[in-house]
């Protein structure tokens, strides 16, 4: 069965400080990946999707980046955090229609 | 712009209560998933209907899509305490991303 794990669990990070994210997927090959941001537990935003290794595609210009060094590998990365970019990140891979989603990161920047 | 609109944002009821939750859009949808988020964690996928008017049923939970394939609503039975959560909606957009409802928390009172 497929599994997505995703870490830190929770992350506490000055303003201006780097982040990384990292999101992997076990059980499936190739799988479409997504990172989503939810605030104040509500709807969820997408943020960047791939459909591939290398191959990123960004919903909203913002602060962040993402990366795919592996196939079931999903990265995301930011050179200088801001207060905004706190939130409850969360990563999903794809099956047919639906998305499964990783149990969270709750980044809170200060 | 497709837009997922989740009806109502917030339910507080006493347990044994039935209630509706309403997810509209003026977009037709090919699918539309129903997922289920406790605090602090990834969403949880209940269901996915595909065909306009289909009716599906988990346990005390009944999905329904619309015939037109804009709409569909989440019926809970008899509710208990345990299904306190925030229910989302969402639909399929092109390239297997999707569009999500801003959710509706559920309080259900024991």
């Known amino acids: 069965s497929q599994t997505i794990h995703q870490w830190p669990a929770t992350l506490v990070q000055p303003v201006g400080s780097p982040l990384s994210l990292e999101c992997t997927v076990e059980g499936t090959s190739n799988p479409n990946l997504y990172w989503y941001r939810q605030a104040a537990g509500r709807g969820l935003q997408l943020l960047f999707y791939?459909?591939?290794?290398?191959?990123i595609s960004s919903e909203v210009p913002q602060n962040l980046s993402a990366s795919r060094p592996q196939d079931r590998q999903f990265i995301l990365s930011s050179k200088k955090l801001l207060l905004s970019d706190s939130g409850f990140y969360l990563c999903a891979w794809s099956g047919n229609y639906e998305q499964y989603f990783g149990p969270g990161t709750r980044l809170t920047v200060t | 712009t497709q837009l997922l609109e989740q009806s109502p944002q917030f339910l507080s009821i006493q347990e044994g209560e039935n209630l509706t939750v309403y997810c509209n859009s003026s977009s037709v949808f090919s699918s539309l998933q129903w997922y289920r988020q406790e605090p602090g964690e990834g969403p949880v996928l209940l269901v996915t209907v595909v065909t306009g008017g289909e009716v599906k049923k988990l346990k005390r939970l009944t999905f329904q899509f619309g015939d037109a394939r804009k709409d569909s609503s989440l019926h809970i039975t008899a509710a208990q305490p345990g299904d306190t959560g925030l229910y989302l909606c969402?639909?399929?957009?092109?390239?297997?991303?999707?569009?999500f409802g801003q959710g509706t928390e559920l309080s259900v009172k024991p």
């Open positions: 791939s459909v591939g290794i290398g191959q």
């Open positions: 969402a639909g399929d957009r092109e390239g297997g991303k999707l569009i």
